[in-house]
């Protein structure tokens, strides 16, 4: 389309050179017949007249070669008949005299001629005009339909990405909302919890203080108990023993019932005595813990005949209530082990190890059942290690059996040993 504004300008001058001709030669026509001796210059002048005329119809064909050929056809046509016109008008003009020339004739032909070639032209140039103008509309109407799209487009894109950036804007703001009712809700769930821990460490604090004074007014109990029933009872056994075997004397034939009088008070007296010791072992008070549980380990072997070794170092470490918690902890163990551990051998040891004091309870017998193991004796085990500030560990034995081991934290700074 960039080169129609040019073929009108084509067009014009290539029409401008032709008739810029035909004057010529109609003009050099009319004054041949001055004089004879110009003749020779008028055709020299014609001739250089149709060499112009062929240049301009070659420059106007090279100019309409985008036209119709039925079109272009007859142009030439007319253009040719024309030029051999001229061309014997020429001839005529040399042969003939002017009286008798038959140019002037020809001259009349070749006017109506010039005049078809112009109401040709004019035609081409109404033709050529008419396609300008339709390009020219739809070249318009393609403008126009670019403008509509140049326009329209970018408004249909930039409402949809405002459209896309309000539904971003949106969307991150209902994440912003979602993200912070989130955090005040962790926020409040987590001052929640930091609460209800603060309760629950309180309400532990509470429930272990408690235990740990009921457990103590249950040792002060049966430190009392034991204390008066060592002391006042099996003085009573005592006394009632010296009385029985005095009136025995003084009753004549009563003498041979003494013996057997004798044993039941004994009786008795040992059986005070071991009341005594389970309430209150006098050892642990006195002589510490590795006493204490040695004297228990004898006394378990007597009493069930299991071979039982007690080996304990470093417990003058411990305080008297974690002395005392780890004594109830040995005892219950020993009696577990007597109740169901179809065991031959148990070993009680202690040491201090890497700032805590480990007791362990081993048997060699069947092991433990799994539901033993939420037992109402391991309950109150893991309760006393846990007063004592440690806790209790639940194992298999190297002979197979079952290793209750206690680990409190030991106070003293010291290293181990005594």
Request: hydrophobic share 45%; aromatic share 4%; charged share 25%.
């Amino acid at each position: 389309m960039s080169d129609l504004p040019r073929k009108p300008t084509g067009v014009l001058a290539a029409t401008l050179l032709i008739l810029f001709g035909l004057a010529l030669f109609v003009a050099l026509a009319w004054s041949s017949h001055a004089s004879l001796r110009e003749l020779e210059a008028v055709t020299d002048a014609r001739s250089r007249s149709r060499n112009g005329l062929l240049l301009a119809a070659e420059a106007l064909r090279r100019t309409l070669d985008d036209l119709p050929q039925a079109r272009l056809e007859t142009l030439w046509t007319l253009v040719e008949h024309r030029v051999a016109l001229a061309e014997r008008n020429i001839a005529d003009r040399r042969a003939y005299a002017e009286e008798n020339s038959p140019w002037k004739q020809r001259l009349d032909e070749g006017r109506d001629t010039m005049d078809r070639i112009r109401a040709r032209f004019a035609g081409i140039e109404a033709m050529l005009r008419a396609e300008i103008e339709a390009r020219d509309r739809s070249l318009s109407a393609l403008r126009a339909h670019a403008l509509l799209l140049n326009v329209l487009l970018p408004a249909i894109g930039g409402a949809l990405i405002l459209a896309a950036w309000g539904l971003l804007q949106r969307e991150r703001r209902r994440r912003v909302d979602a993200e912070a009712a989130l955090l005040a809700a962790n926020a409040r769930l987590e001052d929640t919890v930091a609460q209800r821990t603060v309760e629950l460490q309180r309400a532990l604090g509470e429930i272990e203080a408690f235990a740990h004074g009921l457990d103590r007014s249950i040792e002060d109990e049966r430190r009392r108990l034991a204390r008066e029933v060592h002391d006042q009872l099996g003085q009573l056994l005592t006394a009632l023993k010296m009385m029985v075997h005095r009136a025995l004397q003084g009753a004549p034939g009563r003498e041979q019932d003494w013996p057997q009088i004798e044993a039941v008070l004994g009786e008795g007296i040992a059986t005070v005595r071991r009341i005594s010791a389970a309430l209150r072992p006098p050892l642990l008070d006195d002589l510490g813990l590795e006493a204490a549980l040695g004297l228990a380990g004898r006394q378990f072997a007597e009493r069930t005949g299991l071979a039982c070794e007690v080996a304990l170092v470093d417990a003058g470490q411990l305080s008297a209530d974690q002395a005392n918690q780890l004594y109830r902890i040995a005892q219950e163990a020993l009696t577990n082990v007597a109740r169901h551990a179809q065991a031959r051998r148990v070993r009680v040891e202690g040491v201090a190890v890497d700032g805590e004091y480990r007791l362990a309870v081993e048997d060699d017998g069947v092991g433990m059942a799994p539901q033993a193991r939420s037992s109402l004796g391991l309950l109150s085990m893991r309760e006393r290690a846990a007063l004592a500030g440690g806790e209790l560990h639940v194992g298999s034995g190297a002979g197979g059996g079952v290793r209750i081991e206690a680990r409190v934290p030991l106070i003293a700074t010291g290293g181990e040993g005594g």
